[in-house]
């Protein structure tokens, strides 16, 4: 049996790997991913959409005694609810409607390998006990069949979600949390660790050399502590994107502040003293949008309270007649929001439906969510 104690070099390891980042964050993960990817334990890891949870799951996979056997990736969120049990565990024939053959799921297409369930909080209640069966002696049934089936396989799991808040709400069995966090890896987004960046954009060049024929004269150090400075709310997807526009478009100049600005229309420092997190269960579409919403309803608070301080002491105002009628038609000509959240997410839905034509599919990646969630929203909104 190899003794465990000998450990490889680090940057070795990371190179190997391709995982990104020398901040101390990331080489305590690539720590734990060593440490662990020899052993068949359950892992999970947490972050934003955007921080890079697949390297890491595939990195822990590659490692492993079970790398002979190609990984699964399953995106649960993208799974209809009706369907996910089926996806997973299989089904027999006949077991519902359209279900002509029997059919093996992904747990048993991997037997012996290892299965990475990114977005693991999108899988439904009814679904996770099942799930947790699984986990716990490797047992499950196929739908429509009553005779227990055994596999081996190892799970790697991913939320950006905060699964403790989804037990604490009912939305996410407390039992399959807790045998699902034996070892929780938590990656912080890429505002926390901006030293990373310029690896990052350095490597997203090399690939896209590797892909187009494009030049790139260089970037500047204050473009270079520009990128750094930005909060990326999409993260090292984000970059990514940022980094192959600026290589098609720029082509061949000496990349500057200004011409970074340019793909960051939206720009606002890391830590912009609002003090308003981006929620890491969500999107990054929704996170902003909820954002925004937020600071909607901020400004709806000031307006009614500027409102009522002026319906109060509007006698106590001193000034020239003109700061009187000017504060007078503000009083009177501001209107106040009249769209709570749920009719703004209302008006997106529908607005986004109508953009696709009714394709449900379309309108849910335009509204970066499962469809298995606008299926929801569609319901309580009465929209279908």
Not at 360 to 369: F, G
């Amino acid at each position: 049996m190899q003794n465990v104690a000998m450990k490889s070099d680090p940057r070795s390891f990371q190179e190997e790997h391709g995982i990104i980042g020398s901040s101390v964050e990331m080489q305590k993960i690539i720590e734990v991913v060593e440490q662990v990817a020899p052993t068949d334990i359950t892992v999970l890891i947490s972050g934003e959409s955007g921080v890079g949870k697949e390297i890491i799951a595939k990195a822990i996979h590659n490692a492993s005694q079970r790398s002979h056997i190609p990984l699964i990736t399953v995106n649960s969120g993208a799974i209809p609810e009706g369907i996910i049990e089926s996806e997973l565990f299989g089904h027999e024939r006949g077991s519902f409607t359209g279900a002509s053959e029997k059919r093996k799921g992904y747990f048993e297409l991997v037997d012996g390998g290892t299965i990475f369930l990114d977005e693991i909080g999108e899988i439904p209640l009814s679904s996770q006990v099942k799930f947790l069966r699984v986990l716990e002696n490797g047992e499950f049934l196929r739908v429509g069949s009553s005779i227990p089936r055994k596999v081996d396989v190892r799970v790697i799991a991913a939320t950006n979600k905060d699964l403790e808040s989804e037990v604490r709400h009912g939305r996410f069995r407390a039992d399959l949390f807790f045998r699902l966090r034996s070892v929780n890896i938590t990656i912080p987004p890429l505002r926390n660790r901006p030293d990373d960046i310029p690896l990052f954009f350095q490597k997203f060049v090399d690939d896209f050399f590797e892909k187009k024929d494009v030049k790139f004269a260089g970037i500047s150090e204050e473009a270079m502590q520009f990128l750094k400075s930005y909060h990326w709310p999409g993260n090292v997807r984000e970059l990514r994107n940022v980094v192959e526009s600026m290589l098609i478009l720029e082509s061949g100049k000496y990349i500057h502040t200004e011409d970074v600005r340019k793909y960051l229309k939206e720009y606002k420092p890391a830590s912009d003293g609002r003090n308003l997190p981006v929620p890491i269960s969500k999107s990054v579409e929704e996170a902003e949008r909820e954002l925004i919403l937020r600071a909607l309803l901020d400004i709806k608070v000031n307006i009614l309270e500027l409102r009522n301080q002026l319906a109060q002491g509007a006698h106590v105002i001193q000034g020239s007649d003109m700061l009187k009628k000017e504060l007078m038609y503000f009083q009177d000509n501001v209107e106040e929001p009249v769209m709570s959240l749920q009719e703004m997410e209302r008006k997106m839905i529908v607005e986004a439906l109508g953009r696709s034509k009714g394709n449900r599919r379309v309108a849910a990646r335009a509204l970066n969510i499962s469809e298995r969630t606008l299926y929801r929203k569609i319901k309580e909104y009465s929209l279908g």
